[in-house]
């Protein structure tokens, strides 16, 4: 747990959920081993928790974006990739961990420091088309990488979330590199290269979102549990009469008298503006009404007399539903979420 117990808003994650669903990523993965990506503080939830709560149910690759997000973890000596490689001012720390985290090689100029640097265990990140990280195929098959030691040799998919002819084509690719390096393993599919099929598991899955209760494909609806709730108290209950308004901008009206709970969460919180007048709360029963401010939401609590100033309020944050209402990404939803939750998990 991390953040004040005292806090009037705390993340509630259910790490039975979160087991259940790698355990569900890895049966779906087949053959292939299934890691976890942890970047981002664990999309948001805390990489240390979410670390051994995965490790607890036999994860062992965890995939993190920098090297600092690595040293954050390194104590609980899980094996770590570094997404984004090693810059020159990254190499002592590199060294320092060497046996926890190796990096991701993703450039020419990263491949011949590493090598310039004694080598060591790495990976290294090949773009097949998606022209964002990585060395290309054509410099692989000229022996870019020769002499290296490669743990796994891994692309990354990028219209994974869509039936795009991209996806196989970036497979077909990707499949054509087997046996051109001496690379241990091979890594195609985030979560939603999951629900692709067997072709493109190949030796190892890397899912981040869907393991937080991220549904980026249907295949997945009904198979990934939620994992995450903020929960926010109550900081006042007022009666708002016919005609008055509530919150900025007076963009709300009261068509009658309505019973309204000020509620401890704002777009500081990661609640952005899109959820004004469009999120909800308590399964349903209470809207939001309204601008969300920096700090607070007002929701409409007529249908929850009992609800009063100190009380626990549960916000609907079922990702696919939430990206709909407020229009932020599942993603977005996730990594926002901010530094003032306690972390009860
Ligand atoms: C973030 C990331 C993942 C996980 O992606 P999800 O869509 O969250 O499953 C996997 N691989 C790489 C290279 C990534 O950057």
Not at 40 to 62: H, I, K, N, S
Request: net charge negative; glycine share 12%; hydrophobic share 45%.
């Amino acid at each position: 747990m991390r953040g004040r117990v005292t806090a009037p808003l705390r993340l509630r994650i259910d790490c039975d959920a979160l087991q259940a669903n790698w355990r569900t990523l890895d049966r779906m993965s087949g053959a292939a081993a299934c890691g976890a990506a942890i970047k981002a503080d664990g999309y948001g939830l805390g990489a240390a928790t979410v670390a051994a709560t995965l490790a607890a149910a036999g994860c062992r690759d965890f995939f993190v974006a920098t090297w600092d997000e690595a040293a954050a973890i390194a104590a609980q000596r899980l094996p770590l990739s570094v997404l984004h490689g090693v810059r020159a001012e990254d190499m002592a720390v590199a060294r320092a961990l060497a046996g926890i985290a190796r990096p991701v090689l993703d450039t020419d100029a990263q491949v011949a420091r590493w090598r310039d640097a004694g080598g060591g265990a790495c990976d290294v990140m090949v773009d097949t088309g998606m022209n964002r990280l990585g060395v290309s195929p054509q410099a692989v098959r000229e022996g870019l990488l020769d002499g290296l030691t490669i743990e796994t040799l891994m692309s990354h998919l990028a219209c994974a979330d869509e039936d795009s002819p991209m996806n196989s084509r970036q497979q077909a690719t990707f499949a054509a590199l087997a046996g051109a390096t001496g690379a241990q393993r091979m890594s195609l599919a985030n979560s939603a290269g999951i629900a692709l099929g067997a072709d493109y598991a190949f030796d190892l899955t890397r899912p981040g979102l869907a393991l937080y209760g991220g549904v980026p494909r249907r295949e997945f609806a009904g198979e990934i549990r939620p994992v995450v709730t903020p929960e926010a108290q109550i900081l006042q209950r007022r009666t708002v009469q016919a005609g008055d308004t509530v919150g900025y901008n007076a963009t709300w009206t009261a068509p009658r008298a309505t019973e309204v709970a000020i509620v401890n969460l704002g777009y500081a919180d990661g609640y952005l503006r899109g959820f004004s007048d469009r999120g909800s709360a308590q399964g349903g029963t209470v809207p939001v009404i309204g601008r969300v401010s920096m700090d607070l939401i007002a929701l409409d609590v007529g249908a929850e007399p009992t609800l009063a100033e100190g009380d626990w309020i549960a916000i609907d944050f079922a990702l696919p539903q939430a990206s709909a209402a407020s229009g932020l990404s599942q993603y977005e939803l996730l990594t926002g979420l901010g530094r003032r939750y306690a972390r009860l998990g």
